[in-house]
């Protein structure tokens, strides 16, 4: 039996019947085996309780195949009414504005991309640490705590735990996937363990353990397959 998560199929191709009818009733979420792109969409799918399925591939050659991938690319989400996105950012944004994780107002919206923004600007300087020892010499003392400042001032500013308005946006979701993912590939690349500074941080440190023990979230990260990535 060949087997990835959410599909099994058998010698004979027999389709799974349950998960035909789950993908029916239910959007599905398909990336590949790993966290990457994939992993803020889910979050934001689990904290908002959607039901879905989390359909995790090893290749995608069908899914180009049939045209459904405007761009070639997965995080691809699909709705059994036929509603689909790709773009990783595009469907977290989507799933928050319609389960009240997009700020109470046009304004904290806008900020809330704001901070988004940020958070991917951290995710793409980490990875430098792929050019060679001085790049990652370079985002390990410096980059890093610089963007961890940032952080800890718009928390500072905001008074009251969340990074914008007066509950939790997509955007906190955001900046703990970018720091457990930072966390993750100093230990799986660099045999570094990496750890918020309480002291020098304290408003990210108690941000990122707010968002992870979030009981949907933590459901969901009880549940996660452990990946490299």
Avoid at 88 to 95: E, F, P, R, T
Avoid at 113 to 120: A, C, E, I, L, N
């Amino acid at each position: 039996v060949f087997s990835v998560q959410n599909f099994q199929f058998n010698k004979s191709t027999t389709p799974n019947i349950s998960l035909i009818y789950d993908t029916m009733q239910k959007p599905t979420l398909t990336y590949f085996a790993k966290r990457g792109l994939g992993e803020l969409p889910r979050l934001v799918l689990a904290e908002a309780g959607v039901d879905f399925v989390d359909n995790r591939v090893g290749k995608i050659d069908e899914l180009k195949a049939s045209g459904k991938l405007p761009f070639g690319q997965v995080p691809f989400l699909e709705y059994p009414d036929g509603f689909a996105l790709s773009q990783s950012g595009a469907i977290a944004k989507h799933v928050a504005r319609e389960h009240n994780l997009y700020g109470k107002n046009n304004k904290e919206a806008s900020k809330i991309d704001m901070v988004y923004d940020g958070t991917q600007d951290l995710r793409v300087a980490s990875r430098s640490c792929l050019n060679g020892e001085e790049a990652k010499q370079l985002f390990m003392t410096k980059t890093l705590f610089t963007w961890l400042g940032h952080f800890e001032k718009l928390l500072s500013e905001n008074g009251n735990g969340f990074l914008v308005g007066d509950s939790l946006s997509y955007v906190d979701i955001a900046l703990y996937n970018v720091l457990f993912n930072t966390k993750a590939a100093a230990v799986a690349l660099f045999k570094t363990e990496l750890n918020i500074d309480q002291e020098k941080y304290p408003l990210v440190y108690k941000h990122f353990n707010m968002v992870e023990t979030r009981p949907n979230i933590a459901a969901y990260l009880k549940k996660r397959p452990v990946t490299e990535g």
